[in-house]
C-alpha cells in the first residue's frame, strides 16, 4: 500500500486516562471554582503532558469527559464519564474501595454508576474491588498532586453513563467484572490498531534490521516483555526488538521472508496458552483465553487433584488459573506449553531456524526460557517463507509515530501512513 492511499490514523485516550481527567476536574473545581475548564492538562504515565477536552459539567457531576478512541474504538468510545469529589473521613471508606497516598494527603477512591466490582482473582484490579487498574489508579493519584491535593482526606467518585450496557459487549461477564466496565490503561494512550497498517509496519521492522544485517528478531507481545526481553538480551541492537501485538502468525512469516536465522519470541502465560493452541491471531475479539489445553496439560500431569481440576473448570482466565495451580507445579507446566507452542511456530517456519521463547510472568519478571533448533548456515539459492527469494518490494520507510508534546490537543494527535517504528520499539501493552 503507498503511504498516500493509507488512512490518517488517530490516537486517543484510555477510560484509564479519562477517569483521572474527571479526577483532576473534579478537584479543581471544588478547590478553585473560579476556574474555567474546557481543557485540562494531563501527566500521562510516559512522562509528557497532553490536553483532554472536558464536557461542561452538568447536575450532579462535578467533571465529565466524552471518551475519544482515536481510530482503535471500541465499544467504551464515546462513552461519558464523570466524577465527584468531596471532603470525608477515613471511615468512610468500603471495602470496595481503593485508598490512595496523594503526596500528604488520602484519596478514597470509589467506582460510582456504571464502573464494574471485580469479584475473581487473577485481573489487575483486587478481588472484591472496583474494576480500577493499577495504571489508572498511578495516574489519577500523580495527576491530584500536581493538581495540589497534599493534605487532608478526600472521596473521589468515578462513573460511566450507561457503563452496565456497555459491559455487555466486553470480556467482563465471562471474567467476573460485574456491574460496569473496567477503567483500564497503562500509558494513557490508546494507539491507532489498523490491522493492515500494524502487520505493514512489522514487516518493516523486520526488513530494517535485515539491511541492518540482523539474523535474529526478538518479536514480543508488548511494552513489558519488550523491557524483559532487552534485560535479557542486551548483545542486541534495538533494532532486533519489536512489538507485535496479536500477529504472531504474520510476523513469523515476515522474519523467516527476511532471512532470520533466530527468531525468539517474548510472552506472558495468556498469550503462550493461544501459541500452543495453534492460533494465529491471539486477540481477544478472534479468541477466548484458550483453557482447554491448560486444562488438559494440568489433567495429565495431576491426574488426581480432583479439586484442582474442578476449579479450572470455573477459571476463565489463564492468569485465574494459574493462581489454582499449585506453585512447585506451574513451571512445569508452562515449559510444556512453551514446547509445545515451539512446535507451532517451527510447523510455520520449518527446521532450520532456532525458535526460542522467553516466558515472562504477568509483572514482567522472567520465569524461563525454551529453545528449539541450532542456527545452521543458510543455503544458497534457498527460498524463504513466502516463495520470494527477493524481498526488495518492501517499504523501507515508515514515519514515526506521533509524540505527543506538552499542549498537544486530542484532535491533533494523529498522523499520515503506517503506523510508525516509535510504536514498535517502545511497545503498546501487555
Not at 486530542?410 to 501493552?429: H, M, P, Q, V
Request: aromatic share 6%; charged share 25%.
Amino acid at each position: 500500500m503507498k503511504q498516500t492511499e493509507q488512512k490518517t490514523l488517530r490516537w486517543g485516550y484510555s477510560t484509564g486516562a479519562c477517569a483521572a481527567a474527571v479526577a483532576t476536574a473534579a478537584w479543581l473545581r471544588l478547590t478553585r471554582p473560579e476556574t474555567s475548564l474546557p481543557t485540562i492538562p494531563m501527566l500521562f504515565l510516559d512522562g509528557r503532558e497532553r490536553i483532554l477536552p472536558l464536557l461542561e459539567p452538568d447536575e450532579g457531576h462535578m467533571a465529565a469527559i466524552r471518551k475519544d478512541g482515536g481510530d482503535d474504538p471500541d465499544c467504551t468510545h464515546g462513552a461519558i464519564l464523570f466524577g465527584n469529589m468531596r471532603r470525608c473521613s477515613a471511615s468512610d471508606a468500603r471495602k470496595e474501595d481503593y485508598t490512595l497516598s496523594v503526596g500528604g494527603g488520602t484519596v478514597i477512591l470509589r467506582g460510582a454508576a456504571g464502573v464494574g466490582l471485580c469479584t475473581r482473582p487473577g485481573l489487575d484490579c483486587e478481588q472484591g474491588k472496583w474494576a480500577i487498574n493499577t495504571g489508572p489508579r498511578r495516574m489519577i493519584a500523580e495527576n491530584l498532586h500536581h493538581a495540589g491535593l497534599d493534605a487532608g482526606c478526600w472521596l473521589l467518585e468515578i462513573g460511566v453513563e450507561n457503563g452496565e450496557e456497555l459491559a455487555k459487549h466486553t470480556l467482563n461477564p465471562l471474567l467476573g467484572v460485574v456491574g460496569g466496565i473496567s477503567i483500564l490503561g497503562t500509558t494513557g494512550l490508546v494507539r491507532p490498531y489498523s490491522h493492515e497498517a500494524y502487520i505493514e509496519t512489522v514487516r518493516i521492522c523486520v526488513k530494517s534490521h535485515h539491511i541492518a544485517h540482523g539474523t535474529t528478531m526478538v518479536f514480543c507481545t508488548g511494552g513489558r516483555t519488550k523491557s524483559g526481553a532487552e534485560r535479557r538480551l542486551p548483545s542486541l541492537p534495538e533494532t532486533a526488538f519489536t512489538c507485535i501485538g496479536d500477529f504472531i502468525a504474520e510476523s513469523l512469516a515476515a522474519a523467516c521472508e527476511y532471512g532470520m536465522r533466530e527468531i525468539v519470541v517474548a510472552c506472558m502465560a495468556g498469550k503462550l496458552c493461544k501459541y500452543a493452541a495453534g492460533f494465529e491471531n491471539t486477540h481477544a475479539h478472534k479468541v477466548s483465553q484458550d483453557m482447554d489445553l491448560l486444562r488438559a496439560e494440568v489433567r495429565k500431569h495431576l491426574p488426581g487433584e480432583e479439586a484442582l481440576h474442578d476449579a479450572l473448570a470455573h477459571s476463565v482466565s489463564v492468569r485465574e488459573a494459574l493462581l489454582s495451580i499449585p506453585e512447585a507445579d506451574r513451571p512445569g507446566i508452562l515449559r510444556r506449553l512453551a514446547r509445545t507452542a515451539l512446535g507451532q511456530f517451527a510447523r510455520r517456519c520449518g527446521e532450520n531456524i532456532v525458535l526460542r521463547l522467553l516466558v515472562f510472568d504477568f509483572e514482567g519478571q522472567f520465569l524461563f526460557e525454551e529453545k528449539r533448533g541450532e542456527q545452521k548456515e543458510p543455503e544458497k539459492n534457498g527460498k524463504n517463507f513466502s516463495g520470494q527469494s527477493d524481498p526488495s518490494h518492501a517499504s523501507a520507510s515508515s514515519p514515526e509515530a506521533p509524540t505527543a508534546r506538552s499542549g498537544e490537543h486530542a484532535e491533533l494527535s494523529e498522523y499520515n501512513g503506517t503506523i510508525g517504528l516509535t510504536y514498535f520499539l517502545d511497545g503498546k501493552k501487555d
